[in-house]
């Protein structure tokens, strides 16, 4: 710019003002208008900005120069900027940070424009906080729209659960009650929370006895019964309220009789409130237990006489074996129980969980692997028991050890587990060859095919009406012979589990609507009627799989039932299932074949000429079990015959969600 520019010149009897002036003027305007405006430069730096543009942020012009428009917005990364600078103008919203963190709502209109090679972003932004707050207002009424029925929904769930409460109370104290067991549960204050009839005959507690350790009388009343009353009340009336310990111990009473007293916990959420304790009399089993151990002599002799394998442990020494484990092991009884080195005998051992155990069983139930002295293994189903003072073994506890040899069913269970898998390895042959063979009959057949096509369009008038009906013939074959590869290439797919089951959200109303419109369309002489309880059904299945059923079901249902006849589909939803029903009035199916109605290659003893495979129903019970559903047929010859088919409901967050 040369220096005649910044002067005023006389042009056409017109005073031009220079372009000084004009910008003190441009920048007086923009800086009195109310809405903020700023230009950009190429990395959405801020190069100008008026004074709108500083109160609206609570920058200052200098700190506002040193930003870029990220800064400030955002929302910068949520906006496709490539796009907007190809565009003539651009208006939107998004949201700005001020310097003192308050979040506002704006309106952006920008231009980008040329100026010496470089794009400018020209922008105008008004406040629409306003906005924010209309929304936040109805939001929050909203909210308390819905929280007002969820209140109400949760009174009534309230109330039914009360009711269930007093329910379960019942129940609970019909069980307390009827329990063999003395229960008492007692807190850290002393006082006796609950107990059951059995507890107070047990100790034959006078009715007008106060319940609670803070009265004398009562702690009297029990610590005067026992032997050793110390030692209850250490158990019982010191127990510390941290004492997070299952405890198991025996008190002897004046009387003669001996009761066990187990002791847990009792939880109130995750805070100990007080201690549960289990009394039962065992009188008659410590009197057992004491003539036990008096004869030990007796559980030799026992052991001497028996045909299972007895051992006794004390850690890993051996420190007694019956003569069956000599019979056993090859090994005599002077080299076991003479520092035996156990593992060179146990080569391994399995624990088994046995269905329906007392969790306070004092014995397990293992399988023991044994290499005897001959170098062959035998195998023992063994109970390991804990004799913790029963026997006398110089006065420490011993393990019991009394197993069965169960060699021959263990090599049978080998046999058994190599039978499956060889007959594994023989379905997937199978599977292979059937594939194999169905894609060798596809050349010969594909070109049968296109030749009778050729013969088709060949045909001339005159041999039309004696060719026609023959070419028809082939090709109605054709179709058939197709059909038949296709369900032996799925059923062997099937067989050999290569069918995934991948579930995904689907309407099928609108599913059921689209396979029926199909159908009418191949074969529109056959009327299929079908009905749902729902307009809209959202369920996640694998279309892949359920399109298959219904379409061999209906297609079945076609195929044995006369042309004039109406099919009946329907789509119901009951109990947490899908309902699929296919309903006919065709020839029926005879109750001597409904039991291998499924079965591959089975096929019903009526069907008479009416071509088919006998794979559809044996496909669909596949099908269905992966989905994890149920297929049931309902059937009378002459009069027609619905089959079921029921998938669980499975709601789209069910399969999102991680297992």
Known sequence: MNSSEHKLVFSNSQWKLQPEIDLKFAHFLINQAVDAAFCLGENEQFLYLNDATCQMTEYSREELLSLRLHDIDIDFSLHNWSDIKLQDSSTFKSRYRAKGGRIFLVEISIIYVENQGQKLGCAVVRDKSDEIIELSVQTWMDELRNAKNYLQQEVS?????????????????????????????????????????????????????????????????????????????????????????????????????????????????????????????????????????????????????????????????????????????????????????????????????????????????????????????????CAVAKLDGTLDFGGKPVELITGIDITDYKNVESDLNQALEQAKQLSELRARFLSM?????????????????????????????????????????????????????????????????????????????????????????????????????????????????????????????????????????????????????????????????????????NVDNIPGTGLGLSIIKTLVDLHGGQVAVESEVGVGTMFTVMLPLIKEESVLSPL
């Open 157 to 381: 769930q309230l109330s039914t659960k009360e009711a269930e409460l007093g329910i379960s109370l019942s129940i609970f104290h019909s069980t307390l009650e009827s329990t063999a067991v003395g229960i008492v549960a007692v807190n850290f204050e002393g006082d006796i929370l609950s107990l059951n009839q059995k507890f107070i005959d047990m100790w034959q507690i006078p009715q007008s006895l106060i319940l609670s350790k803070k009265c004398p009388q009562c702690k009297a009343f029990f610590e005067n019964q026992l032997k050793d009353p110390e030692a209850f009340s250490q158990l019982i009336w010191e127990v510390s309220s941290q004492s997070d310990f299952e405890s198991y111990y025996i008190l002897e009473l004046k009387d003669g009789r001996t009761f066990a007293h187990y002791s847990k916990p009792h939880y109130l959420g995750d805070k100990i409130v007080g201690r549960v304790w289990s009394i039962w009399d065992i009188t008659e089993s410590k009197q057992t237990e004491e003539a036990l151990r008096l004869n030990e002599a007796r559980f030799r002799t026992l052991a001497e006489t028996t045909e299972a394998n007895i051992f006794l442990l004390q850690g890993t020494r051996l420190c007694y074996i019956n003569p069956a484990v000599e019979k056993l092991t090859g090994y005599k009884k002077e080299e076991l129980l003479n520092n035996f080195d156990l593992r060179q005998l146990v080569k391994s051992k399995e624990r088994r969980q046995i269905r329906n155990q007392n969790a306070v069983a004092n014995f397990e139930y293992q399988e023991m692997n044994l290499l005897i002295k001959d170098g062959t293994e035998r195998w023992l189903a």
């Open 437 to 605: 063979v169905c894609h060798q009959f596809r050349t010969p057949l594909n070109i049968v095919s296109f030749s009778n096509s050729l013969l088709k369009e060949q045909v001339d008038k005159h041999t039309e009406k004696k060719i026609q009906p023959l070419l028809e013939h082939i090709e109605k074959a054709i179709e058939q012979i197709s059909q038949m590869l296709d369900d032996t290439l799925f059923f062997a797919k099937a067989e050999t589990a290569k069918l995934s089951f991948e579930p995904q959200p689907l309407d099928l109303v609108q599913f059921c609507h689209n396979l029926v419109a199909q159908m009418h369309m191949s074969m529109s002489q056959r009327p299929i009627s079908f009905v749902s309880q729902f307009d809209f059904l959202a369920a996640c299945v694998d279309p892949k799989l359920l399109e298959p059923i219904l379409k061999n079901l209906l297609d079945n249902a076609i195929k044995y039932s006369p042309s004039h006849m109406l099919i009946d589909f329907i789509l119901a939803c009951e109990n947490g299932k899908l309902i699929f029903q296919v309903k006919d009035q065709g020839i029926g199916i005879p109750l001597g074949d409904q039991q291998r109605l499924f079965e591959p290659f089975y096929r019903g003893s």
